[in-house]
């Protein structure tokens, strides 16, 4: 008998039930190819997990994560559940819950984008000639997202709110090896994101990295502040591999890196822990505006499924098929609404229809 290996799938708001059909259907599909044999189980979480129960992370979902061996999430929030306060909206009470509860501090954004697409990109052709293939490492666990104190204190004029940047050494460090680790295998060059010149985390921040390095000496380590960053990033995104951010500036810095690709409906990511446990999810939101229409582009969602076969199941050439499949149906010219741009043998299609077209595809 194949070893089990468990997928807990939570699909949640929004877009996040059909997009995540389709990365089923490509799990059903390639299935037979995978060494280990797989055991998927739906969970309710964000907020339609509010709606049913009353809060965005059940106690059931948060369990069957738990008995599983990765995490295959959509997206949570709408403005729905705005009304609430914010530890019990979708976001906070689900999405940051998981992310804290299972200590994945380490995110990765790839963003690269496809010739095909190229037009999507708000960057001149001149720039996007040069092309690029970013990884955004954001710490995901710690900074102002978590730090405390946070609150709101005080009424009327004298009201006041308040969060907290906190970074220790420890939790710099092991970002760092990440980065460091990552960028071995790449062009062996890291870009770390701060704001030295202004915050006593981001002095500690470039303290450390700049110690770490000492234990990496064939990657070249580059500082950068925040604000030339983003410029940078218009202006030659080609000169960054990996780019390493604290966690405020990663939520930045990698819807930046997506929107340049042409679509954030193309992009996945993937977290992790120290034992590599992982939860995949696109790097989009849950664009409600769009739901239950199938209009929405499943790429991400599917893409997200890639990265846990290559990351958690080790299977690469099987993680490669998918992806190529998509390339394939790009490059026949079928595209969702979001990725359609009128040239000629263009065709706009479903949400169920790209993930049925990406899933013939597989060979
Ligand atoms: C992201 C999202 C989340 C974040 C939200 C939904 C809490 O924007 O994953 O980038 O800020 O981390
Ligand atoms: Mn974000």
């Given amino acids: 008998m194949a070893d089990i290996f468990k997928i807990a799938i939570l699909p949640g708001d929004g877009i996040g039930p059909e997009v995540m059909k389709q990365a089923i259907k490509i799990l059903e599909k390639i299935e037979k190819y995978i060494t280990k044999k797989i055991v998927i189980d739906t969970y309710t979480v964000g907020g339609a997990a509010i709606n049913l129960y009353g809060n965005p992370l059940p106690k059931k979902t948060l369990y069957g994560c738990e008995k599983s061996d990765a995490i295959l999430f959509g997206s949570v929030g709408g403005s729905e559940w705005d009304y609430l306060p914010l530890n019990k909206r979708p976001e906070k009470g689900s999405l940051l819950k998981l992310r804290k509860h299972f200590n994945l501090f380490a995110n990765i954004r790839p963003s690269f984008f496809y010739k ?141 890196c997506a929107m340049i690709s042409g679509s954030v409906g193309n992009l996945p990511s993937a977290s992790f822990n120290q034992n590599y446990f992982g939860l995949y999810e696109p790097s989009g939101g849950s664009a409600p505006n769009i739901a239950g229409k199938n209009i929405a582009n499943p790429i991400a969602q599917i893409l997200s499924l890639a990265m846990l076969i290559e990351y958690s199941l080790k299977e690469r050439n099987i993680s490669q098929k998918i992806k190529n499949a998509i390339q394939k149906i790009l490059n026949l010219g079928y595209r969702t609404k979001d990725l359609f741009t009128n040239s000629k043998n263009e065709k706009i299609i479903t949400t169920d229809d790209m993930g049925t077209l990406i899933m013939e595809s597989i060979i």
């Avoid at 990552?182 to 921040?205: E, G, H, M, P, Y």
């Fill in 116 to 256: 095909d697409l190229s037009i999507l990109s708000p960057l001149k052709e001149k720039i996007l000639n040069k092309g690029f293939d970013i990884i955004c490492i954001r710490e995901l666990t710690g900074g102002i997202y978590f730090g405390l104190p946070n609150g709101r204190k005080g009424k009327g004029i004298d009201e006041y709110a308040f969060d907290t940047e906190i970074y220790s050494r420890f939790e710099i460090e092991r970002i760092a090896h990440i980065a460091f680790n990552i960028a071995l295998k790449r062009k062996k060059k890291i870009c770390s994101i701060d704001k030295a010149n202004v915050l006593n985390t981001s002095i500690l921040w470039r303290e450390v990295l700049t110690d770490i390095s000492k234990q990496y000496i064939s990657v070249k380590l580059e500082h950068m502040y925040i604000d030339n960053a983003v410029m940078q990033l218009m202006k030659n995104p080609s000169q960054f591999d990996v780019i390493l951010c604290s966690n405020l500036f990663g939520d930045i810095i990698s819807d930046q």
